[in-house]
């Protein structure tokens, strides 16, 4: 109960964030938004079913082509979102069903060289994507102020239903099951779990929001091109943050994502010309002494401290 | 009516006959051993019954309906259950969240607090009541032999193939162990068990089968197999029989 109560409190301040008035606030809450649609998405199938998923980024550049392409066909911008959301949808459980018997390395292999496939279809296909050359989105006849705030709410609207369904996953039967399957593959068959079914869901699961989020980030950004949508750090960064945060738990995420981009943005600023290494360095600092992420070690100072307290009493 | 029956069961690996032809039938209520030397087949043939292999030929009949070849999640829900010889708990569960995955999935309790209660009395059921909270793999060796044994038992078995469940146990933790079995068996459950322990097959079982080089070459009650020339042979040994001889003559 406290724990819904502080998550409404805290969407509630940041949907407070446009009144400050700060552009760079507002991109940047925007990002923060995208980056927890991302990351709470991966959790599904990276954090409760444990299937290292390098799959986001093909899921996002398919939802930004998807909305585009159907926004360039003059369907209206709310319609090519839910249909961007669809399409990444059916593309995971068509690729879930394909890949997913495999385990471990192979699997994050397989996940990983869809986005590189899709990066040739999306360069080849002139006539439908406008090949290497991108695509550009219909402007909006509205102010820029506007525009800001517009996707700015969008895109934490797709990071509220993102958190839900990561919330509804991890608290129900699914997420019961993902865990045995996460934990211990042969026994969860043998226990009567369908593992292929609940493979399949969670993927697809956490391919929804990811498709939603790519056709809002073209909307907003007016332009996409293959390389920028398709980015494999796009499938890198959702996996550092939920470690960061903690895998296979409900907060974890998010924390991941907000630390996540603070870093990001403090390294951007002060190391210019290497940020990638700086930011790096980070990553594997953070993966040595934070195994369990940020949450990880609050649990365990909580659960020390109540040993400690039996002990004494 | 027998529960399990399988009829010429065969499974081969790449030309290497694993079963070979194996005609077997279980009656509802019985103990039945599985002995034989190592790579007799034993284990897979619970892997075929199960469901983590296909037959390569041959009927599989549980309970009036053909299962050779179905996932092992189905044959699962149909009420078979097994143990491995290896333990397979879910390790950073506790005990009675292990015992609540297959009262959820397998038994298809209809929610979360029902399949706590049944959980519950299978854990009580084995022993392990006091041990509901500990996460699983902080268990004794023993103790996650009992846990697998309350994680069938959730499943609401017919059939239960128990594979070396003692293996690896202290005499004590064995008496333990067969006292549960029978009290498995008692509850109505039919209990399949590979064991290398004569002692344990022998008290325990109301039939053996044995194995050797994947076919079945004997089948019969305790005092039968331990007279029989071919099983000597194939795995007990001569000083064994000898020894056994010894005894009953002794008692008698």
Known sequence: ?313 | MSILTLQGVSRTFDGLIALDAVDLSVEKGEIVGLIGPNGAGKTTLVNVVTGALRPSAGQVIFDGTSIGGRKPYQIGRLGVARTYQVVQPFPEMTALENVMAPAVFAAGASDMETARKKAREALEFVGLADSADIIASELTLAGRKRLELAKSLAMKPKVLLLDEVNAGLNPAEIDGALELIRKIAASGVTVIIIEHLMKVVMTLCTRIVVLHHGAKIAEGTPEEISKDEQVIKAYLGKRYSQNLAGKAGGNG
């Open chain 1, 1 to 313: 109960m406290i724990r819904i109560l502080i998550s409404i409190i805290v969407v509630a301040a940041i949907a407070t964030l446009p009144l400050l008035g700060d552009n760079y606030l507002l991109r940047l809450g925007t990002m923060f938004a995208m980056y927890c649609v991302l990351a709470l998405s991966w959790n599904v199938i990276g954090g409760y079913a444990g299937y290292p998923s390098f799959s986001t980024a093909a899921f996002f550049g398919l939802g930004a082509y998807t909305g585009a392409i159907l926004q360039g066909a003059g369907v209206p911008m709310f319609a090519a979102w839910i249909a961007a959301c669809l399409s990444a949808g059916l593309f995971a459980v068509l690729l879930g069903m394909a890949i997913l018997h495999l385990k471990g390395h192979y699997f994050a292999i397989a996940s990983l060289v869809v986005a590189e496939v899709l990066v040739e279809i999306a360069t080849s296909w002139t006539s439908l994507t406008g090949g290497g050359m991108g695509i550009n989105l219909p402007v909006l006849r509205i102010s820029v102020a506007a525009q800001a705030q517009l996707f700015f709410y969008a895109m934490l609207a797709a990071a509220v239903l993102a958190f839900i369904m990561n919330w509804l996953v991890g608290a129900g039967r699914i997420g019961f099951a993902l865990q045995c399957i996460r934990q211990n593959e042969d026994a969860s068959s043998m226990v009567g779990i369908n593992t292929t079914r609940y493979k399949v869901i969670a993927f697809t699961l956490s391919s929804l929001f990811v498709g939603g989020a790519g056709a809002i980030y073209a909307s907003w950004v007016f332009y996409i091109e293959p390389p920028d949508v398709f980015s494999i750090l796009l499938s890198v960064k959702p996996i550092v943050m939920v470690m960061l945060g903690g895998a296979g738990t409900i907060f974890g995420p998010v924390i991941g994502a907000f630390v996540f981009i603070v870093m990001e943005e403090l390294v951007w600023r002060n190391f210019l010309s290497f940020h990638a290494a700086v930011l790096g360095v980070l990553i594997v600092a953070l993966i040595f002494f934070l195994p369990n992420g940020i949450l990880g070690v609050i649990r365990r100072r909580r659960a020390a401290r109540s040993t400690e307290e039996g002990a004494a009493s």
